[in-house]
């Protein structure tokens, strides 16, 4: 239920000033096992990899998980670290798996522009992959169909194929269920001894492509007879296809586009920051910007609905959000080889490095966790326990 809008944050904020800091782990730990009855209550099917990752992240860094214990070597002080849960519905892990994520596209991208483009598709459609998810397989197809088909229809003498990374989100702004695809497509392709540059994007021939090859997909899976009236419907809603987003240098540079894309592939869909309040009556309010307008949007749902909401964003065990197309698929191509990266080799062992947990402590917030209290010398690993 929306019940306030703001044109900037700063009246949001001087409407509802920040007086608390909410933490999702802390509400999930509070309300978790009343939302699992309600479930069962409501005959609401709750997946296993869901039980699982909301588990693991209500344990994360407590004594259930195990840890390690470092030691000074010098004065003898010791240090417990609890280990962390490594779930894709952490706050606190998915910002190490996201970076760790970024480094990696990072070092396959060519030292090249790349444009930023967005599929959806319409509303109409989203309840079929919630109803069966291994149909959001049929969203990366279709998007790699179109674009792959488009450049070899343009370029097949050539053999010119772009590079592209797909990631998927199932989410809008508002957190409901909204599947569209983020794609990072090359503005180089390279064909036999040839490269060219190419930054023409045909929106048209996208949008009708994708749309009609996405519901042929759905119409093999789900029947003809029974998908049929769906699809007239589609057709009738989009007569100029599905709608393509690709604003020309929207992401000059390309670390802050594979940021902007990935910002929510490890962890909850949620920023904390959002939360407003939990009141007596376990109703949440929250803010999110409003896509068509950027208007601030404050909404207050009850706890149960916020929980399911967010849930339903876990991906299935082994799903893979992120997929490499193109010559980023098998990066054997000789002309790719020899291209200059965006990451040097040379620098890409140093940058991985500070990735790891006690370089990432020190990066973020200037405090080494390894530097004993009492002489400051640095403390080494002693012994595990669980």
């Known amino acids: 239920m929306i019940i306030n809008e703001f044109k900037t944050e700063k009246e949001l904020y001087d409407v509802y000033p920040k007086k608390f800091h909410w933490y999702l782990k802390d509400i999930f730990n509070d309300y978790w096992y009343d939302f699992l009855d309600f479930a069962e209550k409501k005959k609401l099917t709750i997946r296993p990899v869901v039980k699982r990752d909301v588990s693991r992240m209500m344990k994360c860094k407590t004594k259930t998980l195990g ?9 003898g002080e010791e240090k417990f670290v609890y280990h962390t849960c490594k779930s894709r519905f952490c ?33 109409f459609l989203w309840p079929l992959f919630l109803d069966d998810r291994n149909r959001l397989h049929f969203m990366f197809q279709a998007v790699s169909k179109t674009l792959l088909s488009w450049y070899h229809e343009q370029y097949k003498h050539l053999h010119l194929t772009p590079g592209f ?13 909204n599947v569209h695809i983020h794609c990072l497509l090359s503005e180089r392709v390279l064909g036999n001894n040839i490269e060219k540059k190419m930054d023409f994007i045909p929106f048209d021939m996208l949008r009708k492509r994708f749309q009609k090859i996405l519901l042929d997909l759905l119409e093999k899976d789900i029947g ?20 393509v987003r690709a604003i020309k240098n929207e992401f000059p540079d390309s670390k802050k586009a594979i940021s902007y894309v990935l910002r929510y592939c ?14 007596e009556k376990d109703f949440i309010s929250f803010w999110y910007q409003r896509h068509e307008d950027d208007f ?30 193109g010559f980023y698929a098998s ?15 040379f620098k890409l062992a140093f940058k991985k490095s500070l990735n790891i947990w006690r ?5 973020s917030f200037n405090i080494d966790p390894l530097l004993c209290p009492k002489c400051n010398s640095t403390m080494i690993f002693d012994y595990g326990f669980s």
């Not at 070092?107 to 509303?123: E, Q």
């Not at 990374?165 to 269920?177: M, N, Q, S, V």
């Not at 490890?266 to 009141?279: K, L, M």
């Open 67 to 75: 840890g390690s214990v470092f030691k000074c070597p010098n004065c």
């Open 91 to 123: 706050n606190s892990c998915g910002i190490k798996y996201s970076k760790q994520r970024s480094l990696s596209i990072e070092s396959k991208l060519l030292d090249c522009t790349h444009r930023h483009l967005v599929f959806t598709i319409s509303d």
């Open 165 to 177: 990374i797909l990631t998927l989100h199932t989410f809008g702004r508002d957190d409901k269920w």
């Open 224 to 243: 003809k007879n029974t998908f049929r009236p769906i699809k007239n419907k589609v057709y009738s809603l989009s007569q100029n296809g599905f709608y």
């Open 266 to 279: 490890g962890r909850p869909s949620f920023a904390q920051y959002r939360i407003i309040d939990i009141d």
């Open 296 to 325: 601030f949007v404050v909404e207050k749902i009850h706890i149960f609905e916020f929980i399911a909401r967010l849930i339903r964003h876990i991906p299935d065990d082994q799903f893979k959000m992120i997929r490499y197309y």
């Open 331 to 345: 990066r054997k191509h000789k002309l790719y080889v020899s291209a200059r990266k965006l990451i040097p080799e």
């Open 359 to 363: 370089n990432l402590l020190v990066m």
